[in-house]
């Protein structure tokens, strides 16, 4: 089944094509020059509620340090329009040099436009260092790499805080398979 295809969203850049979806999410995204498959992650669809998925060339950004303040919070700021579909504050997967890392998006203003700011913790995740140049690609975090970001987080908080939500949830599932079998137990027997 052929997707319709949607006119380019900046007249200024003829490689970048929107595919609106049918159902799933599309398998594959042309780009000016090649076809870029597109691993599918069920969980994204709710991530992105939108049926519109953009697929841009992958931007050349340059590497930079975050601010102190910043560090060791897991997130990458850099400008929306190097990270379409993803708001500030969602969670985005960055694919860099083979290595993958999971961030928390946020703008950057009035810093470089053409920069990503990383803290050292993410760096390190994907084999960079500061002031490089590198190809990313930037994809929208579905439901299990928020999960895994928050898992995985270097602030404490946030890292605790996910492991004692997913301990809950599993202490919650075992209460109500107990239960279960305890009422079907007594209706047996009973």
Request: charged share 25%; glycine share 8%; net charge positive.
């Amino acid at each position: 089944m052929a997707l319709p295809r949607l006119p380019a969203a900046n007249r200024h850049d003829p490689g970048r094509e929107e595919v609106r979806s049918v159902g799933l999410p599309p398998l594959c995204a042309r780009s000016s020059n090649s076809w870029k498959f597109v691993r599918f992650r069920p969980f994204n669809m709710l991530a992105v509620p939108e049926a519109l998925h953009v697929r841009e060339r992958m931007p050349k950004l340059t590497v930079k340090q975050l601010r102190l303040s910043d560090v060791f919070q897991d997130m990458a700021r850099l400008e929306l329009r190097h990270r379409p579909g993803s708001k500030a504050g969602r969670v985005i997967v960055l694919a860099a040099q083979g290595r993958r890392a999971r961030a928390l998006a946020r703008g950057a203003p009035g810093r470089d436009p053409d920069s990503i700011y990383l803290d050292d913790a993410t760096r390190y995740r994907l084999g960079l260092s500061s002031g490089e140049q590198v190809e990313f690609e930037i994809t929208p975090g579905g439901f299990w790499d928020e999960l895994m970001w928050g898992w995985q987080s270097t602030n404490a908080v946030t890292r605790i805080g996910t492991r004692l939500a997913v301990l809950s949830v599993a202490l919650g599932v075992l209460g109500l398979i107990l239960g279960i079998v305890a009422l079907l137990v007594t209706f047996v027997h009973g």
